[in-house]
Structures are given as C-alpha cells and as structure tokens.
C-alpha cells in the first residue's frame, strides 16, 4: 500500500493538480494535491448511491419507512449511471485480496466467476500511531465520504500528511440492484423489517481492498487483465 500519497476517490469540483502560484505556498497546494489524489478512482454516482441506501437504512430503522421512498429509487438511478461508467470494472471476487480490517461475513464463499464492480467509497488508516488532533483528522474525513462531502474529506486529510493509507469499498453491481429491488418491493408493501434486511444486505456486500488493485484496474491494456490483477506489492 502507498505511504506516499493518500489514494481514492475523485470528487466533482475538487481539483486534483498542484497549482504553485507562489513559492510560499508549495507545502500546502502539494498537500491539498495529495488529497485530491485519494478521489481519482471512484464513481461519484456509486458513492451517492451509497449515501442513500445509508440514509434509507437509518430511517427504516427509526421507523420512517415512506421516506425512505424515494431514496431507493434515487440509489438505483445513481447505481444504474455509475454502471455505465468507465469506473467499473470485472474481476472474480476471489481474486480480490480483502484488507484485514474488514474481513469478509463468516461463512461468506468468494465467487470465482467474474463480478462487475463499482468502486463506491472507502476510509483512511492509520499505518502509525498518530496524535489525537490527526486520529479526530481521520475519523472526521471518513464521516465525510460516507456522506459524500469529498472535498470536506480532503480538507480534514490536509493535516494528516503521509502517515495513513486508504482502502476502497467495491460494490458488486448485479447484487446490489438486487438488493434495492427488494428494498423498494418491501417498503411500497410496508414490510420495513425485511425493507431493512434487504439494505443491510447491499451494504454488508462491500468487498474492501488496497487501493493498488483500482492503479491496477487503470493501467494500459497491455498491463495484466482484470480478472486476475492483483494489489501491487507493498512498498
């Protein structure tokens, strides 16, 4: 995983190239270029559609199930754009390496055929032990990308420097839309209990990685294919 640059997801109006207008100022643009960085790979519309489903499952879990109408409907139009995207991309879950902070469900078996995949959020780690002010740093931009304030993520990462590292949640595509699906059925039936199951299940099918498989993802074709890249070794 890199030490040298926080990597994840592009954000729409956050600019990732350095600008070094003054010389005074160089510290502080390639710190805000680094964060920029930590947004090129994912899709902005997978990330949305995220936010809703963990909108909705808040709110069917405080029993405002009608409201959570028209978030799932918004969720499957942001999950069906980002799946026309060039974010997206197929590989076999099991050629997925997992990170350990988040290991895959007891008894999950990873599927060997190919899975299309949207990349739709993540979090930043620590790779040292940090001082309170860049844990709270950390903490608050995580907060930040589950909600989809990209550039306010960027922003809190700017006092953090290289000492972390970010691993990206990957949604597969067709479980997923599945999963909605259902959600919708449950709750235009007013079955919030199994309207909640089925968003769980949608969130809960997040495989996370090291950022190196999405670098991998986006390198030439002549680079190795899809269905077998793996993360880049550790530096």
Known sequence: MKKTALSFMLAAGLAVAPTFAHAGSVHTDWEKFKAG?????????????????????????????????????????????????????DAAEASLNRVPQHPAPAGHVPSTAPETWIPI????????????????????????????????????????????????????????????????????????????SAVDQALNGLVFVDDDVLDAQAAPASSAPATTAAPAAKK
């Open 121 to 196: 959020g993540g979090e930043f780690v620590e790779t040292e032990t940090l001082a309170p002010e860049k844990k709270a740093a950390i903490a608050a931009a995580n907060s930040q990308i589950k909600t989809g304030n990209n550039q306010q993520a960027a922003q809190s990462m700017q006092v953090v420097n290289d000492q972390v590292d970010f691993i990206v949640a990957l949604a597969p595509l067709n479980m997923t839309k599945g999963a909605i699906a259902r959600a919708q059925v449950f709750v235009e039936g007013r079955n919030p209990q199994d309207a909640l």
């Open 37 to 89: 960085r930590a947004f090129k790979h994912l899709s902005i519309d997978g990330q949305r559609a995220f936010a809703d489903l963990l909108q909705a499952h808040d709110l069917l879990t405080a029993g405002k199930t009608e409201q959570t109408v028209p978030l799932l409907y918004d969720a499957e139009k942001k999950l069906d754009a980002a799946s026309k995207a060039s974010k997206k991309f």
